[in-house]
């Protein structure tokens, strides 16, 4: 009778090396498939966005970082829906983490700079678009929003120099035209030729081509009223913000108390994360009317230049 033949040590490695791969590939597929639904409820997360249905956009968007919580687009996103729902400060924190996993994207700056200006911080929101700029130059976007910044400031010499960047990045932005017009008009010069070539690029079955019209002198301020009752924009009816645009041109013609008069109507019937609804409360400050309650966290703004 043959001895039992010893235990072949060897041929079990083929098996543990087999195991141990199959391991590996359970755990890559199953990562590959968190990734994957990430990405699915990150995209769900931005139709519901899209369709400012905010509390199911940050549940899609908490399910899609629970999967994936290196997913920058959901951390971004989640942020602007935060936004969208007035909670800045979470939006803050989500935006900071985008940040951190994308140090050099313009368009987190950008957005977190969005939010300092809704919270009235003027002065971080400027640095934020700034510093997107340093990584894009022709930022658009963060052009835009620190010419604005500016202008609410009081600072129309900036103001004017980040909008006319903006505005040859984008030649048919009619708002950008408008607020560049506005800048250029407080520092007392000629610009209609400009503004009459910006206008003609824009649209003028949309809005806000009434309001174009208006600024140069071919609609009437009661006409732009009914047309701005009717107009929507992002799905907002453009009522209120035409008061403002109506203010800063009594301003311009030298009749304080009417321009107070129509920021105070656009300050009352605004939204406040309307641009037009912090110039208006930025103007009134300007000519010593006090802010309310829920604005005084707003940074001051200075003393503007004279108006002609």
Request: proline content about 6%.
């Amino acid at each position: 009778m043959l001895p039992p033949r010893p235990p072949n040590r060897r041929s079990r490695r083929p098996l543990a090396l087999a195991v141990a791969a199959g391991l590996v590939l359970v755990a890559w597929v199953g990562c590959h498939n968190g990734s994957r639904d990430a990405g699915v409820m990150t995209s769900a997360g931005a139709t519901h966005l899209q369709m400012r249905e905010y509390e199911r956009a940050i549940r899609d968007f908490d399910r899609a970082l629970a999967l994936d919580p290196g997913l920058v687009a959901a951390w971004r996103q989640r942020a602007l829906a935060h936004r969208g729902k007035g909670d800045y400060e979470r939006a803050l924190a989500d935006l900071e983490q985008a940040i951190l996993l994308a140090p050099s994207d313009p368009r987190f700056y950008t957005d977190r700079g969005v939010t300092y200006e809704l919270l009235g911080d003027y002065s971080s929101a400027i640095h934020d678009f700034s510093r997107a700029i340093a990584f894009k130059p022709n930022h658009a976007p963060a052009l835009e929003g620190r010419g604005r910044t500016h202008f609410y400031l009081g600072n129309f010499a900036q103001a004017a120099s980040d909008l006319q960047r903006g505005l040859a990045l984008d030649s048919a932005d009619a708002y950008g035209a408008i607020w560049l017009h506005f800048a250029r008009q407080r520092l007392r010069q000629d610009d209609r030729e400009d503004f009459l070539a910006h206008a003609a690029l824009v649209d003028r079955t949309k809005w806000p081509a009434p309001l174009l019209r208006y600024l140069m002198g071919d609609l009437s301020a009661d006409s732009l009223r009914t047309l701005s009752a009717t107009a929507q924009l992002d799905g907002r009816s453009q009522s209120c913000v035409v008061s403002f645009y109506l203010g800063e041109e009594a301003l311009l013609n030298g009749e304080p108390p009417s321009a107070v008069s129509l920021f105070e109507e656009t300050r009352a019937t605004c939204p406040k994360e309307l641009n037009e609804h912090r110039a208006a409360v930025a103007e009134l400050q300007r000519m010593g009317r006090p802010p309310l309650l829920t604005e005084r966290s707003a940074s001051p703004a200075p003393p503007a230049a004279s108006v002609r």
